[in-house]
């Protein structure tokens, strides 16, 4: 049972515009959240977090979007730009042990 | 912000022998590290919470047997693929939580390929 779920593998979109990329949770012990961007053969990069006291952070081109009572969170960049391409992994996390769970990844692809 | 390193970066061995990856904290002291597994194309997967001093906590489904984790100190964890087969071969990523926050800082990874 996913309890953290990215529906969209993939995601394209022009330079300079918006990029949406979202995830859906199910387990409501969940009360902290995070992005990550992997590259290929590489670790995940920590890009932005929000606490479920939130419903929206913001940090450069950055912005996570939390909707706790549809459990649902997303993260937009803008604008675009080519090396934001890579693959996005939400995380979400309860107080108790601190866990990541992660969901399964966007892979977003900017065009020059 | 803080660095884990993960030692080696790549590592091809022999069916049946065992293969040590060391994860370390750079730049501070973590009392947790997790150790996580990635398929190709696939999400990350926990592995195991690795607790300094005590011994590590697996998700259902991991062999502690077989994936032995050591956190010896505050800085250093390391896990050992003991008789690896074929099906070991994986990207193996660790990361390291600074106390009281919820950020992880994630390692690099470590390519294993067993033939």
């Known amino acids: 049972d996913q309890q953290v779920k990215q529906n969209s593998p993939s995601l394209s979109v022009q330079e300079g515009r918006i990029s949406i990329l979202n995830c859906d949770y199910t387990?409501?012990?969940?009360?902290?959240f995070l992005w990550y961007k992997k590259y290929p053969a590489e670790g995940p990069t920590f890009l932005i977090s929000?606490?479920?006291?939130?419903d929206k952070n913001e940090d450069g081109r950055f912005t996570v979007f939390l909707n706790k009572s549809a459990k649902h969170l997303s993260l937009h960049i803008v604008p675009s730009q080519p090396g934001d391409s890579a693959v996005y992994f939400c995380?979400?996390?309860?107080?108790?042990?601190?866990?990541?769970?992660f969901g399964g990844g966007t892979r977003l692809m900017v065009k020059p | 912000g803080a660095v884990v390193s993960q030692h080696p970066s790549r590592v091809i061995c022999k069916s049946g022998t065992s293969v040590k990856i060391e994860c370390r904290s750079l730049?501070?002291?973590?009392?947790?590290m997790f150790w996580y597994r990635q398929f190709p194309k696939k999400s990350l997967m926990l592995m195991a919470t690795?607790?300094?001093?005590?011994?590590?906590?697996?998700e259902q489904g991991v062999e502690k047997d077989k994936f032995l984790i050591n956190h010896a100190s505050l800085t250093l964890s390391t896990l050992t693929v003991t008789s690896a087969h074929p099906e070991d071969s994986s990207f193996y990523i660790c990361?390291?939580?600074?106390?009281?926050?919820?950020?992880?800082?994630f390692g690099p990874g470590t390519r294993l390929t067993v033939l």
């Open positions: 929000i606490s479920s006291i939130k």
């Open positions: 730049d501070f002291q973590a009392t947790t």
């Open positions: 990361s390291a939580r600074l106390t009281l926050r919820s950020e992880q800082f």
């Open positions: 387990n409501s012990m969940f009360d902290y």
């Open positions: 995380a979400a996390s309860a107080r108790a042990g601190n866990m990541l769970t």
């Open positions: 690795s607790n300094e001093g005590s011994k590590a906590t697996y």
